[in-house]
């Protein structure tokens, strides 16, 4: 059964992430963006806005987020209010509520809406209380009721609990009733099914009712252990209804025609009534009293129709013919038996498990659109173009999907492990589906996560079998989705390292979990050569086994010195080799104190403490403190914890430092700011000190706001009539810079030298021009990277507000997204970075809820890590936010309705500026001052200036340099040049780059083939030889730094100094060394003075730690001038020297010269 | 103006801009192979952490590589002549990978990396995921390539082809 096109397996994603929105519906962000839709200009006398000092608010000040309303009308038109005394018993009961919450530490509920009354607070309590370490909760964010609740025994009161199971089931939750918000659980909840397992645990499962009626499709399980404990509860269901109507106002008769003419227009079959009843039909987050209407038309039609008893309307029709969850078994790829959940359409079962809580019936349209699924998908061998079901026509009969068979069992049982361990409902902890694919590619050696789903290769039969045969492989994959949706750990040098290591705790943790003894260390020993036993992928307790299949030379590093220092091009800086330091740190710990413990440490340390740009010294201290906050401080896990990290060489107790601020630009400050009456742009200093004036000189195109230059001297903006304009900050010198007139936005790079643009056109690009180098001009094709309701894949449409980072690597900018979903299509907004050196994509936020929508970001002027955005809620509802890219710390600057504020910071990011009318103009510009947190708003907002809009801040002065170099020279020696400096604190760079000018003013291109890595300096001193050596006079080298968030940081400009006359007779010189890095051979060249005429030369290879590894010459006798040697890479003895960095080391007579080779084999 | 006068802005208003904004169309076709076409592709990562792929040199040998990381271990398995070289190149160009950036990183990443008259071009992405390109997307340009490559067909079969 085939079930999509390449296209629209992105509502096959996005309908498992949908909260239940209807699709078709025209969103909240299509009605406000692309293109921006100007405001009417108002009348008004001409100058009015600009004379005078600041004009002031038509309403005094107001205090708080929310309280900037000098007119009625801006609230919504609401006026009015609850009565005096419901608002005293609301205020009161929150009062005790919070009290009663502070009293048994369940604070963070209440906050959260979880819990609404002192009892609850209560229950949680003291089910906290005993259930230490074992409670696991998991919450229903909308209706704010219990998910999913685990734990050692959850009878508060044994006394209550007498009787059946089936009693003792509902005593349970007539004990929780307060926590589960359900005012007669009797009466509410009817006693469904049972179903017991092999081993004597058992579920009781109940239908919830309301006056007497079902609610269709809600129900509830309580578990129970052999020995009769309480030890879980899960459901889907609601809070007791209140305000609902039991008395139907339209006939049975007429709601059964109703039905019969509904599905005869739809289907095209009329049939006939079989049966009927009054229930309550969920619709979106409300419960309508329906006629649930059983229609039938033959053996093979039989459909359950909804219609509303109120009016008449048809609301839904779920088939009948044998449809639903089903159960099966299997034949696994190891030749087992696996029992499956299954889906069962028309008489044919898909391998679509419902059976989780997780599952979301109403949201859900089967068996395409799963909610809260676990679904196995057929790639059918192609790169993921096409997907199709798994079915059979018996659920007990899967021949030829056998692969299939595994992978549901593997990615059913990660679910459970990380629902029972964790309480974390499935991969991004709100019930997302879980999606598997088998059968990538033809013969395809691998399995990935690739942000939407995990898929799996046949294996080539050789190497690896099939790799969705392997339970830690398909675990390990699935762990991917769980550090993506929370650390976001970036896949690249450390962190990816960290992401990776993660990857296979989950994957070995499950396998402990799901087989208990049969557990182990080894990664892939299942799937990995089939022809031999005993092997595997990689052995997280002893990294470097020789039984270890095709390990990176010599092997997986076992510790810190075994570092592979890899640059970004080979595999992304080690992220799949070095990831087994800190496994081999985590099974020392399992050793130590058990997996239990373990597993919950590491677990907090991913989600509580770790951050996309974590390094290995930020999981040791995340993990240090996740010991400390379950078991104390100086306990003896925290100890244990710490000492395998030492042990690993994973030491230190200072984490990954925030990139500094940048110096404060001191110059004079200006606001730009667009006035609606003739479009111009006018700059205008923040106390109005002096009159505006217009710089643009011509009207502001629709997504045309304007972009300076760090120093505030240039400004680019994009005209009314589409072009791209370019001019001095006051106006001056304006010049179109565009030929065609298509454009709709623009960024200028700090410099100034690049500009960032984008057409009017409905596409995914962003264009960069260099202004001094026309011909290096670029565009980037946008990903899109953030999943909203669960959309994955890059249908970037349309991308807007753009902002450079000031160091210049990073691009700053929203777009808006285009999914297909049921037949229509959603659009959203949202913010990445792009990295302009390599082109990559990185996501700001995580999942963003379908129906929100965030955009116009801007940066700090002095951090480039802390952005200031709009962010539109699912009601509508717009706040200006603030979020800190290194921290992931949040906050809230303001409230604006439903006005879009298109923030700016101003010079000392202390306030932030926005749009908001003001003094009954539909265009202002409010300022509000930052909290000392420097992320939330400090509630002063008040109206800066009316009829403007769109205020972007700018500084016009240059910022001082930090000092971060300590020398910088470059001298011309033997027919190259030597640039070599020194820095005030190597740790703060990653690496350098040299560029060469013909001028201090450039331009200057880059001539270091590689980034010259941080630790390369020698003696403290960093060297890079030039060997094309410039033509001009004045030629000239500039340094650059690349920190450690990725900035490029121009950190000096050196000319070349001739060199000493007795050096050139003295000074041999080792020249750059070719292939660098290199696997087989390798031509050392080397220069010998006339000086060192007569003194013996030798050519020796040290490691890292000094040793002295080979010695390609050794006191030969050689004349003066250019010499070669070919080197293999292996010692004395003809033995290979081990994969990594050396030092090489030419002495002629008592001078020396050192190089850094790098063998990459 | 600090480093910009009217006069040099006004040399690239006829530089910068002009036609620069439709990918595919700006670039006509070479008629000249570039001596130093190189063209290196492949993916890596995943379970495995391996990376496996080809390079095809200037001189039109083809290297199957293998190894911990890109390009390492390269074994010669191949050569191309200069037609099929002339006729990726076409392709090369059609799907505007000369302009074009892209970098995604991934658990599993593929690439294609072009030298091509002394400069450097390369797109990485993750599978299953859209990448854009001028015509089509880099997938079928990658799949071109590795079909090309092993010699299970030759791009002169598949001129007009379009992308997925």
Redesign the interface.
Known sequence: MRILTSRSWIALLAGSMLLLGMPGEETAASSIRAPYELQPPVTMPAGSVFTGGKPAPVSPPAQGWAAKRPDASFSGGQTGGPPADQLLAGMRGRLQLLQEARRWNVEREAARQWIVTPEAAANLGRLHQANPRSLRLAWHEGRRTPRFIAGTDLRLDRSLYAGSDAQQAKAFLREHRELLRLSDPDTELVRWRVEESREGFRAYRFKQMHQGLPIWAHDVVVRFSPDGRAIGFSGQYRPTPTGLSREPQIPRSAAVEAAITALARRDGVVGEEESNELIYFPHGEKLRLAWRVVVRAGAAYRMEVFVDAASGEFLHAVSLVCDGAATGQGVDLAGGTQALDLWEESGTYLMVNTSKAMFDAGASEMPNNPVGAVWVINANHTQLEEFYHVTSTNPDSWTGNANAVSAAAYASSFYDFIATTFGRSSIDGAGRTIMTVVNMGSNYANAFWNGSVAAFGNGDGASFSDLAGSRDVVCHELGHAVVEFTANLIYEFQPGATNEHFADVFGSLTEWYAEGAGGNWLMGEDVTTPGVSGDCLRNMETPDHPDVYNPPAPHFPTHMDEYFDLTSDQDHGGVHINMTIPSRAFVIVCEAIGRDKTQQIWYRALTQYLNRNSQFIDLRLGAIQAAADLHGAESIEEQTVADAFDTVGIVGEEGTEDPPDLPDNEGSDFLAIWDPDGGHIYRVPPDWGVDADDISQNAMGGGGRPSFSDDGSLVAWVGADDHIYLANSDGSDRVQISVDAEWWSVALSAGGRYLAAKTVYEEGRIYVFDLVEPESGAYYDLVTQNDSGGEGGGNVIFADVMEFAVAGDYLLYDAQNSADFGGGVYEYWDINMLRLSDGACFRVFQSLPQGENIGNPTLAQNQDDLIAFDHMDGNGDVYVRTFNLQTGDQGTVTYNFSVLGRPTFSGDDGQIYYQYPCSGYDEGVWVVSMAPDGLNGAGNDECWGYNCGYPVWFTLGERPTPVWLRSLGARWYGGQVTVEWQVVDAALFVGFLIERGASPDGPFERCTPEMIPADAAVAGSFRFDDPLPPDAANACYRLIGIDRSGRSVSLGITGITPPEPDLMLTQPLLRPNGPNPFSRTTTLRFFLPAGSAGAPTDLSIYDLQGRLRARPLAGAMLDPGEHTLEWEGCDARGVPLDIGAYYLRLQAGERVATRKVTIAR | ??????GI??L???????G??R?GDRRENEPRLPGDLMIVFGE????????QGYSIQPDGAVLRWE????E??PQRVGTLDDATRAALWAEIQAHGLL???????????RFIRLTAEDQTH????????????GRGSW?SLY?LLTETATGKSSPHATPGETG?
Request: some cysteine; glycine content about 20%; overall charge negative.
């Open positions: 103006m600090r480093a910009l006068t009217a802005l006004g690239f208003c006829l530089t910068i801009l002009a620069c904004t990918s890596g990562g995943g379970i495995t952490g391996l990376w190894g911990h990381a890109a390492q271990d302009e074009g950036q892209a970098g995604e990183q991934g658990d599993l990443t390369k797109v990485a992405w993750v599978p299953g995921r859209r990448a854009g390109g997938e799949r997925d």
